[in-house]
């Protein structure tokens, strides 16, 4: 099955940029999603179709698949950007799969 | 805008069957530009998509769950539903009802979710 692989935690200070890593065989072949879940909330989309932005979600979010890795770049982080972040791609066979996740801290 | 809510019991015994419905309002489910989907998150873990119901009734489910799972879509109650057998502690989770995108393989819109555990 396929499987996409996430680092655990990423800290980050206010202000700066994040950077959270997706690596799955051959991921730039495909459409790369994220989903920011906050404690105790729902996730919500925050990047789709590898760079796109739904609605609302500020721009110092962006994306971007290259080769086997998927990467979300958050700008300028702001303390209302800890949470979880998850990675999601679709596969021919195994149809939706999430990453493993990444907690951001923001110290 | 579109909202989805999930009910069933919170609660489910060993070896039994899990029943979900997730009610949408705000959207027609019969809209050919959705899928609709259930995924769940164990305590303290990611994520895991169990399947999904087109408004017609045609239906895809993770392979990992297959065997176990049925997705149905109700387009008169404007509302879709999850059953799991034979359920077991590894089954106890937080379920959420989304909405799938068709084209774009996302998930726009989501439940609360709602936490259903197997006790045994």
């Known amino acids: 099955s396929y499987e996409l692989t996430q680092p655990p935690s990423v800290s980050v200070s206010p202000g700066q940029t994040a950077s959270i890593t997706c690596s799955g065989d051959k991921l730039g072949d495909k459409y790369a999603s994220w989903y920011q879940q906050k404690p105790g909330q729902s996730p919500v989309l925050v990047i789709y179709d590898d760079t796109k932005r739904p609605s609302g979600i500020p721009e110092r979010f962006s994306g971007s698949n290259s080769g086997n890795t998927a990467t979300l770049t958050i700008s300028g982080t702001q303390a209302m950007d800890e949470a979880d972040y998850y990675c999601q791609a679709w596969d021919s066979i195994t149809a939706y799969v999430f990453g493993t996740g990444t907690k951001v801290t923001v110290l | 805008q579109v909202q989805l809510q999930e009910s069933g019991p919170g609660l489910v015994k060993s070896s039994q069957t899990l029943s979900l419905t997730c009610i949408v309002s705000?959207?027609?489910?019969?809209?050919?530009?959705?899928?609709w989907s259930w995924i769940r998150q164990h305590p303290g873990k990611g994520l895991e998509w169990i399947g999904y119901s087109y408004y017609s009734g045609s239906a895809y489910y993770n392979p990992s769950l297959k065997s176990r799972v049925t997705i149905s879509v109700d387009t008169s109650k404007n509302q879709f539903s999850l059953k799991l057998s034979s359920v077991t502690a590894a089954d106890t989770a937080v379920y959420y009802c989304?909405?799938?995108?068709?084209?774009?393989?996302?998930?726009?819109?989501w439940g609360q979710g709602t936490l259903v555990t197997v006790s045994s």
């Open positions: 989304a909405r799938g995108v068709y084209g774009d393989y996302v998930f726009d819109s």
């Open positions: 705000g959207a027609s489910i019969s809209s050919g530009t959705y899928y």
